[in-house]
T-cell receptor, first 118, second 115 residues
């Protein structure tokens, strides 16, 4: 079973729809991340959770709402999105949130959800 | 503004040649450095990590780090068509400079290995 699993792989939605992206990690990690990847731009960090607690919200609009019920699961709830939100949304996990002695811990990515907003 | 810079490419090399990918970063307190490979339509895959100045070799891959010059590179020996992908450089500041220990990514360099 792959380490980090994301569903769905593809999602097309209208601007008024509500949908959720799901991420599950089977690596025993305690930190999870949401990234946005748009064409010709670097990976943009959106949210960080460490031991289920949100430790970073990188000025993300409120139409994106994360949820982390436990260290293995992460959701991204979507509501009233804009066309510019069309992108690849990647989930990642790591052992520790990258601070201090965990700074050498790499992040492992899921295959992403390709989101298209009509 | 903490930045990681990479030449976007495409970098084209013939099969069997050495591919050299470069990355510079702006923050001197950066602690850890990672190279990810991303095939088109796929997720980033970790291929190398390096933390100390010098070279680190793993199979056909060699990562080189020079903290004084704020420069990290990835060499791919005996390049194969299957190495054609976008290579992302990522830098972790650890817990210095107010950083939360997050990774900062470059835009990536697209590598094309011609048969």
């Amino acid at each position: 079973e792959t380490g980090v699993t994301q569903t769905p792989r593809h999602l097309v939605m209208g601007m008024t729809n509500k949908k959720s992206l799901k991420c599950e990690q089977h690596l025993g990690h305690n930190a999870m991340y949401w990234y946005k990847q748009s064409a010709k731009k670097p990976l943009e960090l959106m949210f960080v959770y460490n031991f289920k607690e949100q430790t970073e919200n990188n000025s993300v609009p409120s139409r994106f709402s994360p949820e982390c019920p436990n260290s293995s699961h992460l959701f991204l709830h979507l509501h009233t999105l804009q066309p510019e939100d069309s992108a690849l949304y990647l989930c990642a996990s790591s052992q520790g949130s990258g601070q201090g002695r965990n700074s050498n811990q790499p992040q492992h990515f899921g295959d992403g959800t390709r989101l298209s907003i009509l | 503004q903490k930045e990681v810079e990479q030449n976007s490419g495409p970098l084209s090399v013939p099969e069997g040649a050495i591919a050299s990918l470069n990355c510079t970063y702006s923050d001197r307190v950066s602690q850890s450095f990672f190279w990810y490979r991303q095939y088109s339509g796929k997720s980033p895959e970790l291929i190398m990590s390096i933390y100390s100045n010098g070279d680190k070799e793993d199979g056909r891959f060699t990562a080189q780090l020079n903290k004084a010059s704020q420069y990290v590179s990835l060499l791919i020996r005996d390049s194969q068509p299957s190495d054609s992908a976008t290579y992302l450089c990522a830098v972790n500041l650890g817990n210095y400079g107010g950083s939360q220990g997050n990774l900062i990514f470059g835009k990536g360099t697209k590598l094309s290995v011609k048969p």
